[in-house]
């Protein structure tokens, strides 16, 4: 089984449903309010316990209702949640706005992912213990950057998504082996809009790259070879909400089972389609046999 240790964050998501969502200074009528556990790391954890991965999260709830329901989540999902601190205070929230087309806009409050600020002996202990480390932006920078430098210096593989995107210090950079943007992301960070021109750019910084595309698939980019563009299946997507989440979390464990990038990538992408005709961040993310059977 795939070891694999996620540092990253533990969000409720309070997810709206409207026809359109509001520009700036509107007021419109939704349809449905939801509250579903998410979070770029619990996603992520929870997407790779379900694809078969033995996964433990680092990260912090806190002490609102919210926080107990978060952790029994990631439990059910069976993921190990012994490094998942308790802080005091409000626990990390998303306040997401999904449209008829599934498209989504996301504020996050960070709460309790804020207090992350450093990692104890058992965290490294951990992250020393697996194969895989994933990251992502939603906890303090300085975290993930420790992180990823103690994963490298250990030989673990390291996979980044950088979101939310923000400027990349190029000690983190460097402990990074596979990035995973989406194609926004990759175009804040390499400056170019078009996926080809940003992979390249992008792997000036890292060894691997893949964009994610959508609906319209993935780019996959190693240094000294072409770029690779691989179709997604064609769904109707009623909610993209944990879609990236949940490729990252299913592609790591297929890496880890010594897959091929294309075997990989194929089975990320099943489960990524099957998430976005779900509602939902972590209650959309299938199930190894799901994905085997898509
Ligand atoms: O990637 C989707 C996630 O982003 C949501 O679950 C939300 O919590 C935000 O972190």
């Not at 504020?107 to 965290?123: F, R, S, Y």
């Not at 075997?263 to 959309?284: H, I, N």
């Amino acid at each position: 089984m795939t070891a694999i240790a996620v540092l990253g964050s533990t969000n409720m998501d309070l997810v709206t449903y409207v026809a359109r969502a509001p520009a700036l200074g509107e007021t419109v009528t939704g349809r449905e309010l939801r509250t579903v556990p998410g979070g770029k790391g619990a996603n992520q954890a929870v997407a790779a316990a379900r694809a078969g991965g033995e996964v433990v999260m680092i990260g912090a709830v806190g002490t609102d209702e919210f926080g107990s329901r978060l952790r029994t989540n990631l439990e059910h999902a069976g993921v190990d949640t012994d490094l998942l601190h308790t802080a005091a205070g409000p626990s990390g929230t998303a306040h997401i706005v999904v449209d008829d087309e599934g498209a989504n806009a996301i504020v996050v409050i960070p709460g309790a992912n804020g207090t992350v600020t450093a990692l104890g002996p058992g965290e490294h202990a951990a992250i020393a213990a697996t194969g895989l480390l994933l990251l992502q932006l939603e906890l303090p920078l300085s975290t993930v950057t420790e992180a990823a430098r103690a994963a490298k210096a250990l030989g673990v593989r390291t996979i980044l998504t950088p979101s939310p995107v923000q400027l990349l210090p190029s000690e983190l950079l460097d402990a990074i082996d596979l990035l995973i943007p989406n194609e926004h992301e990759a175009a804040a960070l390499s400056g170019c809009d078009e996926p080809h021109a940003a992979a390249e750019v992008l792997l000036r910084q890292v060894p691997e790259v893949v964009i994610t595309l959508g609906p319209k698939g993935c780019l996959y980019a190693a240094r000294g070879g072409e770029s690779v563009w691989f179709p997604a299946p064609e769904v109707t997507a009623v909610d993209t909400t944990g879609a990236g989440d949940t490729f990252v979390g299913t592609l790591a464990v297929a890496l880890g089972e010594g897959r091929g990038v294309p075997e990989a990538l194929a089975w990320a992408s099943s489960a990524a389609a099957l998430c976005v005709q779900r509602p939902g961040a972590s209650t959309s993310m299938p199930y190894r046999s799901e994905i085997d059977a898509s």
